[in-house]
């Protein structure tokens, strides 16, 4: 029963930390997908550059949503490094975009409006998922434990032992 507890609580934790991670992402690619076309079909700018500068401005709207709200529990290590990391790992997610559309525009020649933003969705898709994983895993930390407190330890012969590391 204890294990399908945690396991439930588990899940019920990720779920949430998702839909927090989610509706900030939802701000951010508006963010970025109306930054993008703004800036590429309203200012004339290239697609390259403009699908870098909306990047940026979501990644920096992204970051302080995702640090002081879906991972503020989590264990802060330094707001520099977070922040070198974090710009790093969406440096990685806004290759993978550019990739995709600089192949659409320059390799297969589509430069309309909805192929443009097709692969540019596309691209966002797969540096999200990116994105996801690598925040948990390197950026925002799961808090450590407490080292001096006491664990309870399994079951033996009916009594709870405790043990202090």
Do not use: C
């Amino acid at each position: 029963m204890r294990f399908l507890r945690h396991a439930y609580e588990r899940f019920a934790d990720l779920l949430h930390e998702l839909a927090k991670f989610g509706t900030v992402g939802a701000f951010a690619f508006v963010i970025d997908v109306g930054g993008f076309n703004l800036l590429q079909y309203g200012l004339q700018w290239g697609t390259l550059t403009s699908k870098v500068v909306a990047t940026a401005v979501a990644t920096t709207f992204a970051y302080f949503g995702n640090r002081y709200w879906t991972y503020r529990h989590r264990e802060q290590s330094g707001l520099t490094r977070e922040y070198f990391l974090f710009f790093l790992l969406n440096g990685v997610a806004l290759l993978i975009g550019l990739l995709i559309v600089g192949f659409t525009r320059y390799t297969l020649g589509l430069t309309d409006p909805v192929s443009i933003n097709v692969a540019n969705l596309f691209g966002i898709g797969l540096g999200t998922l990116f994105r996801f994983f690598s925040y948990k895993k390197w950026v925002f930390l799961a808090a450590t434990e407490d080292l001096d407190t006491p664990r309870e330890l399994p079951e033996t012969d009916g009594a709870r032992t405790r043990e202090t590391r």
